[in-house]
């Protein structure tokens, strides 16, 4: 489920198409210059040893300088600048950004994860929905250090500079789950910097951005959990995360108001009770560096603050 791994070659929206058709020409370019280039390479060694080494004294070239200009400055130079020119006309669309879209989501990086937050006040982490055939603009910040936004079936890389936010935009195809990585090296857990972009129907965004906005609706916690609810409001969980409509108002480590709806833990673990005890009790396995540190409560507490969250959808 977490395995797959993205390619920029398999893309799955306008993006990420837009980079495929850079690629591919600039592959078969190469190629070509690289085997004309060792063909020569080849044929002159060749020559060198059917000639010997002691003849120096030899005809002068066919084709002489006019070769040299035009095979080693002429060609190249035409290659690159077409080259230049294709891939700017590339990076322009790319950088477009979303000049027209349906809306934006705020994508702040830190370490090591991603907060999003829509325009209606939904809030969640590591998992980022969009509607599929729409243009959504992203507002990349950075809490912390120097991160790198990128889908590579979707969209180009773009870095979260902190003091200066910069902007992307998403587009998919097609209803999916596609992986995102931090791609600027961060720290210690840069390679587990991973999010997903869940793209679907028109009505099944609406139906989750409106879930999500909610606070937490008090009547849906279970009376079975009162106890797991009390600890965690009182321990310092609620010192770094939030649950809103709660007391729980930390801003460190991600809302978790909605917890259950998402589909990993810290982006690295599938979401499952047992993955939920085991990270809670020492997220440093997983994610080793990890400001969240082992807790201090007991295991039975341990079990009551996982029933609690547990309930959290
Ligand atoms: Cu964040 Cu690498």
């Known amino acids: 489920m977490l395995a797959a791994a993205p390619s920029i070659l398999d893309p799955a929206g306008p993006g990420a198409r837009q980079i495929e058709s850079l690629w591919w020409p600039m592959l078969w370019i190469s190629t070509v210059v690289f085997v004309v280039v060792v063909g020569f390479l080849v044929r002159a060694m060749a020559r060198g040893r059917r000639d010997g080494y002691d003849t120096l004294d030899r005809d002068e070239p066919k084709w002489g300088e006019p070769f040299i200009a035009i ?11 077409g080259v ?8 322009n669309e790319l950088s477009d950004a979303g000049s027209d879209p349906s ?20 809030v969640t982490a590591n998992e980022i929905h969009i509607p599929v055939g729409e243009t959504v603009r992203l507002n990349l910040i950075s809490e912390d250090v120097i991160h790198s936004f990128w889908v590579p079936e979707l969209q180009a890389k773009t870095d979260h500079v902190p003091g200066h936010d910069n902007h992307m935009w998403l ?3 097609e209803p999916g789950r596609y992986r995102g990585q931090c791609a600027e090296f961060c720290g210690l857990q840069h390679a587990n910097m991973v999010f997903y972009v869940v793209a679907e129907e028109r009505d099944d965004f609406d139906t989750w951005v409106a879930e999500q906005a909610a606070p937490l609706e008090p009547r849906s916690i279970p009376l079975s959990v009162a106890e797991g609810e009390d600890l965690f409001l009182t321990s310092s969980c609620a010192g770094c995360h939030v649950v809103r409509g709660t007391t729980a108002t930390g801003t460190l480590g991600p809302d978790l108001t909605h917890l259950m709806s998402r589909e990993t833990i810290a982006g690295v673990l599938p979401n499952t009770e047992q993955n939920l005890r085991a990270f809670i009790s020492d997220p440093h396995p997983f994610k080793p560096g990890v400001s969240m540190p082992p807790t201090e409560l007991s295991q039975d507490e341990i079990d009551e603050v996982v029933a609690y969250l547990r309930s959290l959808n």
């Open 71 to 81: 095979a080693g400055v002429f060609i190249p130079a035409l290659i690159l600048a």
């Open 84 to 91: 230049y020119v294709y891939s700017l006309r590339g990076m």
């Open 103 to 122: 809306f934006e989501i705020d994508v702040i990086a830190r370490n090591w994860w991603w907060e999003a937050r829509y325009e209606n006040g939904a």
């Open 171 to 173: 587009e998919a195809d």
